[in-house]
């Protein structure tokens, strides 16, 4: 077990609850991606608890590709939560390997009305979502929604804890094409419905992050 010993005179620290990271894709990957999702694909809503139109599996190609777009920063995140769960104890060496294993990834496809309900990923270690699109007027309804006590339209809820007077236990997010968070798979989540007509796109992986060597 790690043991903390302050550094300096004064610190703030965040030594409890899970780590989010958060990371702008290029926008080649998201017009790649994009354009990787079509019909054919197996849809996958059968295991999933999204009440959306489709859920669409990845192809092993497609995880290929995301695996390779986005595996430089993963290893960022895990590095990240290593130090900071250690305290500083347990860095990384420029010599570690890392494994990354997509064990499922699937795109989502939400309308209208549709939503998904609070959950946790299940037999994998992190887990993931990336925008890939959004309804054209979509801006429109956030305009008005903002104006209201509490906007969640079409946003994504993530939640740990209990909200106290010196902690937070919600993270609301409005989503940008373009935005890739990833957080353990333990983070509970969910996605409230829009009224806007059209599609917010993104997609999800489940995975694990394994070190496989490492400095002797």
Request: with cysteine.
């Amino acid at each position: 077990m790690p043991i903390y010993e302050p550094k300096n005179n004064k610190e703030f620290l965040t030594p409890f609850g899970p780590t989010i990271g958060y990371y702008k894709m290029d926008q080649e990957v998201v017009e790649t991606l994009n354009s990787m999702m079509n019909e054919k694909l197996e849809d996958f809503s059968d295991k999933l608890v999204g009440k959306v139109r489709q859920e669409l599996k990845f192809t092993d190609d497609i995880k290929n590709y995301a695996g390779q777009s986005l595996v430089k920063f993963l290893g960022e995140y895990h590095s990240y939560s290593l130090d900071r769960n250690s305290f500083g104890q347990e860095k990384p060496s420029k010599n570690d390997s890392y494994n990354l294993n997509i064990l499922n990834a699937w795109f989502v496809r939400q309308f209208e009305n549709e939503y998904n309900p609070l959950h946790i990923h299940n037999n994998c270690t992190l887990s993931c979502v990336g925008y890939l699109s959004l309804p054209d007027k979509i801006n429109q309804e956030w305009e008005d929604d903002y104006k209201d006590h509490y906007p969640a339209n079409g946003h994504i809820n993530f939640s740990y804890g209990v909200n106290n007077h010196y902690g937070v236990a919600n993270m609301l997010i409005k989503p940008r094409v373009g935005d890739f968070y990833v957080f353990p798979n333990y983070l509970f989540h969910c996605v409230y419905p829009f009224q806007t007509k059209g599609e917010r796109r993104s997609f999800s992986m489940n995975m694990t992050f394994h070190k496989v060597n490492s400095d002797q």
